[in-house]
């Protein structure tokens, strides 16, 4: 039997979330084009007969500009605590300009002492011929164990990663009983899809600054789920943006959400929708702490 921790780290957008809702089969953690769609660390657990893989995905590295920043930087250093491997992933896309970025970042991480296995992500966004220069240019990064091309998104060369994560793991008992997929409630969960939606919908200034709380969830007799949710803003003029004109962005931000979690839960979901402002939140320790940030 083997088992262990791989954390899953990174700058924004290179595909973390991507890559490891792929090998879990399941999406705990929501994805958008927007960076700092994750703001926690979020657990996703593989297992198989002989082997148990327990991957921590994380915010990206980022510097931080605000309390909630701050917050999230710090799941990324305790999420790097005690793994028995980091799983580091770059979209192939990047520039030359970005390389000391890379550079740095992975030297922020304490990880002298774990195997670290590059993930070139995207892969399907190039031709073949262009990712030799970018392979060899990130070969000198770090002190790589294993460099794996692979595109998180269509699953190219996902079987490969995964062997290899698996072959690094060490001997050791199962953590989580053979069912569990992930630490997040389902609360959580739910109000993280919903978060997703309104990331997808809403443009520039505005997706940063929105946080979702779950106010009520019942399961009725029937079996069906009611559940009612706010949007917190950070700005009266954003609360319109977010409503839209006549509701219609709201709406869909419901609809979208609605489909999402009925998939998820399995039943069908009467869902509402509040737009609440919350000036300046992500400096705010308490509501940080209130809508699910431990
Ligand atoms: N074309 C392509 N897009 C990808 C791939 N992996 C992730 N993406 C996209 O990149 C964006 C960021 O993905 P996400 O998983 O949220 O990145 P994270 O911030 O590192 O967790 C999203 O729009 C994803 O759909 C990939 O392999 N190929
Ligand atoms: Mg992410």
């Known amino acids: 039997m083997k088992s262990g921790f791989v954390a899953i780290t990174g700058r924004p957008n290179a595909g973390k979330s991507t890559l490891m809702n792929h090998i879990i089969g399941e999406k705990v953690a929501i994805v958008s084009s927007k960076p700092q769609t994750t703001r926690t660390k979020i657990l996703g657990v593989k297992t198989g007969e002989d082997y148990q893989l327990v991957m921590i995905d994380t915010p990206g590295i980022h510097k931080p500009h605000n309390k909630l920043g701050k917050r999230m930087e710090k799941y990324i250093y305790t999420a790097t605590e005690d793994i028995d ?21 992975l030297s922020g991480l304490k990880i002298s002492d774990v195997p670290v296995i590059l993930a070139v992500n995207k892969i399907d966004t190039v031709p073949k011929l262009q990712l030799l220069p970018v392979l060899d240019k990130l070969k000198g990064l770090y002190d ?99 409503i839209g004109k006549g509701g219609e962005k709201l709406k869909q931000i419901g609809s979208l959400s609605r489909h999402d979690i009925e998939r998820f839960l ?9 737009v609440r402002v919350k000036e300046d939140w992500r400096n705010r320790e308490n509501f940080i702490s209130d809508i699910g940030f431990e």
């Open 85 to 105: 491997a980091l799983l580091y992933v770059v979209d192939c896309n990047i520039k030359d300009s970005e390389i000391d970025a890379e550079k740095e970042a």
């Open 144 to 242: 790589f164990n294993d460099i794996v091309p692979i595109s998180a998104q269509n699953g190219e060369n996902l079987e490969e990663l995964f062997d290899k994560l698996r072959d690094v793991l060490p001997e050791g008992p199962k953590f989580f009983p053979d069912d569990t997929i992930t630490d997040q409630p389902e609360r959580q969960i739910v109000a993280e899809y919903i978060r997703e939606k309104a990331l997808r919908l809403l443009n520039r200034e505005i997706p940063h600054g929105i946080a979702v709380e779950i106010e009520r969830m019942k399961k009725r007799p029937n079996g069906t789920y009611e559940i009612l949710a706010a949007i917190y803003c950070e700005k009266q003029s954003h609360k319109g943006i977010i």
């Open 266 to 274: 399995g039943s069908k979901v009467y869902l509402e929708l509040w």
